[in-house]
């Protein structure tokens, strides 16, 4: 897992890196605990400052907190936080308020089989690069007349070559070979028009790399019935969001992928899928390999390779011990044996010398 | 009963062959339905776009008086104009008969295997406004803005289609897609509009699913959903996205709900200029288009007649055109349905 991101980790203090936590609504602060329990388990070196966020709340002071403290750290771990979509138009998205706010342009989502894990297709491996701060996630909307909304999307030269240009780097610095763009141009065109060509302005600059298209609507057929044919893709937001979800579920759904969210500054980890899994939580039974999997794509970020490489060898072994799977992949078991397997599975290796880190 | 057996009423459908591939699989279907004796009559009908007075591009005349007079359409693949200068005849003929809802049943297909069985639903997307307005402009260099437009009568009149469909076609439930949590003002307004008409249709039940999460959960069980109704870009993509679950675009039947009772059913696959007039196509997906026309005529009984025949003849798989894995002409394999067809009579 080489980085996607030229972001240098923030500094350490005391060999110490200090991470804002923000533990969200539903299954997250269950899984963070359990991140937290693991980390001291490995005695990771990283302390986190825990920041809530009330999802109740229609003040911005627990917004305002929590943006301080990532501006402050650099680095977050968070669970999704509930939006009550019958709340007026006024209270936005806290998850799109953070993503906005820092500038984090580009969510990074890889969707790979894993081994133990029972999908329909297989050898499925792409890479994700969704743009992250505008399109149809503008929050533009009014209503001139009663019962006649527009909302606006919004498509700039500037955030469409900025996309691009890290897709097409972190393609090349994963030796990956194809960028797909993905769009809808054909209908929106100027918008995604001008999506389409700045993807090719930064192609011309990657000859090794094979770039090319495809339609939003036929990229989903072409997912469900043949997905070994994609590598890497770069799209908008509202489409990142169908494609990243799409591909989530055909590798075994919103428990085993991680995501993360990258700025110029700034980098902020979480599920792919962004659930709160309410309906699950607090019952032990929800899967928290994601969340493990997105502290390593953290620990990795921090240049804690180390780390990052025994916890997610762990995770993987776990996960495909198929009576360990959780009820998302069809088994009985409980988010705390998973957990307690992936610390026997690390204990199991021997001690760790700081060489050996 | 008796005065059944001596009246036959014929039903008049304006047939839309289309380009390409299209007149021959329109042949196909006829041949089908005389075989199973459907009180169908055809005609024939061209709708490449005219100027008509004042400049402006329309549907001919002839066309349109058509499918005024029969209500009832059926449409092959039409091919996209780049540079004839006319709009999208897709379009032209949404305009002309305010075709404002897009139904596509999928339904798994038994012998025509694709990692997913037991797909049984129905996408219903609302066809004139939501993304595809075709409002843009550029502010200032570099900057563009789409307008997505949602309107309350819009969104009441999909809402209530579907759950008519619902009703009139044995249907549970009714799950409105929406992103209201990021576009609270207009999915908002459409989700609104599908709790008020759900509160009509009590017998139905009514449920709220983010598109993200549809998405997700569709591609691991698709057989958790039922009716789908959504605006416009949503539907264009989870309709796609469904289709690809039985088998692509070559096996889909998709209707196409305008006001004034017009319906005009299609299908949806391209036109195939590479095989066209060579006897490979597959008809499949105009004739199941054909069969959701019956359903909608009322005709079950001819429709499960001459739907049974297709879908047996796929599982049997001795006869499949190359697209279904087969190596039979497209005239053999319209042939063998009508074989069947006949043999139940």
């Known amino acids: 897992y080489p980085p996607l991101t030229t972001i240098p980790p923030p500094a350490k203090y005391g060999g110490r890196h200090t991470v804002t936590l923000i533990p969200g609504?539903?299954?997250?602060?269950?899984?963070?605990?359990?991140?937290?329990?693991?980390?001291?388990?490995?005695?990771?070196?990283?302390?986190?400052?825990?920041?809530?966020?009330?999802?109740?709340?229609?003040?911005?002071?627990?917004?305002?907190?929590?943006?301080?403290?990532?501006?402050?750290?650099?680095?977050?771990?968070?669970?999704?936080?509930?939006?009550?979509?019958?709340?007026?138009?006024?209270?936005?998205?806290?998850?799109?308020?953070?993503?906005?706010?820092?500038?984090?342009?580009?969510?990074?989502?890889?969707?790979?089989?894993?081994?133990?894990?029972?999908?329909?297709?297989?050898?499925?491996?792409?890479?994700i690069i969704r743009e992250n701060t505008e399109g149809e996630y503008s929050s533009l909307e009014h209503e001139n007349v009663p019962g006649v909304v527009e909302c606006l999307k919004i498509i700039t030269r500037k955030k469409s070559l900025r996309i691009a240009e890290y897709a097409f780097n972190a393609a090349r610095q994963n030796g990956r070979r194809r960028v797909t763009a993905v769009h809808k141009a054909n209908i929106m065109k100027l918008g995604d028009g001008l999506f389409l060509q700045c993807c090719k302005e930064v192609a011309a600059g990657y000859p090794e790399i094979t770039f090319d298209s495809m339609i939003v609507d036929n990229t989903t057929m072409q997912l469900v019935s043949k997905p070994q044919q994609f590598d890497v893709m770069v799209m908008p937001n509202l489409y990142g969001s169908v494609i990243s979800n799409v591909c989530a579920g055909l590798v075994g759904g919103p428990g085993l992928v991680p995501g993360a969210n990258y700025g110029k500054d700034y980098a902020v980890f979480e599920t792919a899928t962004r659930n709160t899994g309410k309906s699950i939580a607090n019952k032990n039974i929800a899967n928290p390999t994601a969340t493990l999997l997105a502290s390593c794509l953290m620990l990795d970020h921090l240049r804690l390779h180390g780390y990052a490489s025994m916890i997610r060898k762990a995770i993987l072994a776990t996960v495909s011990e198929t009576r360990l799977h959780t009820a998302d992949l069809g088994g009985q078991g409980t988010t705390s044996e998973v957990v307690q397997s992936v610390m026997r599975e690390i204990e199991s290796k021997g001690p760790r010398t700081s060489e050996q880190i | 009963?008796?005065?059944?057996?001596?009246?036959?009423?014929?039903?008049?459908?304006?047939?839309?062959?289309g380009d390409g591939i299209g007149p021959e699989i329109s042949t196909a279907v006829m041949k089908i339905f005389e075989a199973a004796k459907a009180p169908i009559q055809w005609e024939e009908r061209n709708v490449t776009a005219i100027k008509g007075p004042g400049g402006k591009w329309m549907i001919p005349t002839e066309a349109k008086d058509s499918m005024d007079k029969s209500k009832i359409g059926l449409k092959g693949p039409l091919k996209t104009p780049i540079a004839a200068g006319h709009p999208s005849m897709n379009l032209l003929l949404r305009k002309t008969f305010d075709l404002y809802a897009n139904v596509r049943p999928c339904v798994s297909i038994e012998g025509y295997k694709t990692p997913y069985t037991d797909v049984d639903l129905v996408t219903i997307r609302e066809n004139t406004e939501g993304e595809y307005s075709g409002i843009e402009h550029v502010i200032v260099d570099g900057v563009v803005q789409s307008i997505k437009l949602i309107t309350e009568e819009a969104s009441q009149r999909i809402a209530e289609y579907a759950f008519e469909y619902a009703r009139n076609n044995q249907r549970a439930s009714v799950t409105a897609v929406h992103k209201a949590n990021i576009m609270r003002m207009s999915d908002g307004l459409f989700l609104r509009k599908c709790r008020e008409v759900a509160e009509n249709f009590k017998d139905i039940k009514f449920t709220e699913m983010y598109l993200d999460t549809v998405c997700l959960n569709m591609v691991q069980d698709p057989t958790q959903f039922d009716v789908l109704v959504m605006p416009n870009l949503y539907g264009d993509i989870l309709s796609d996205l469904c289709a690809g679950l039985i088998g692509g675009l070559g096996v889909t039947p998709s209707g196409n709900i305008g006001a004034n009772g017009v319906a005009i059913f299609e299908s949806v696959h391209g036109t195939a200029p590479d095989i066209a007039g060579k006897d490979l196509a597959n008809p499949t997906a105009l004739l199941l288009s054909a069969v959701m026309m019956l359903r909608h005529m009322g005709l079950h009984g001819q429709a499960k007649k001459i739907e049974t025949a297709c879908f047996d003849t796929i599982r049997d798989k001795k006869v499949l055109t190359k697209d279904l894995g087969g190596n039979s002409k497209c005239s053999e394999f319209t042939g063998e349905i009508c074989r069947r067809v006949q043999d139940m009579e």
């Open chain 1, 25 to 127: 609504d539903g299954i997250g602060p269950e899984l963070l605990t359990h991140v937290r329990e693991l980390f001291r388990f490995c005695c990771v070196p990283v302390d986190f400052e825990i920041v809530s966020i009330d999802s109740k709340s229609t003040s911005d002071d627990d917004m305002n907190n929590a943006i301080t403290a990532i501006r402050r750290n650099g680095v977050a771990l968070k669970g999704n936080i509930e939006t009550n979509h019958n709340l007026p138009p006024s209270h936005i998205s806290r998850n799109n308020i953070l993503r906005t706010s820092l500038d984090l342009y580009a969510n990074v989502i890889h969707c790979q089989t894993l081994p133990g894990v029972r999908t329909r297709h297989r050898d499925v491996d792409i890479i």
């Open chain 2, 1 to 17: 009963d008796f005065t059944k057996s001596w009246i036959i009423i014929l039903q008049t459908v304006t047939l839309i062959p």
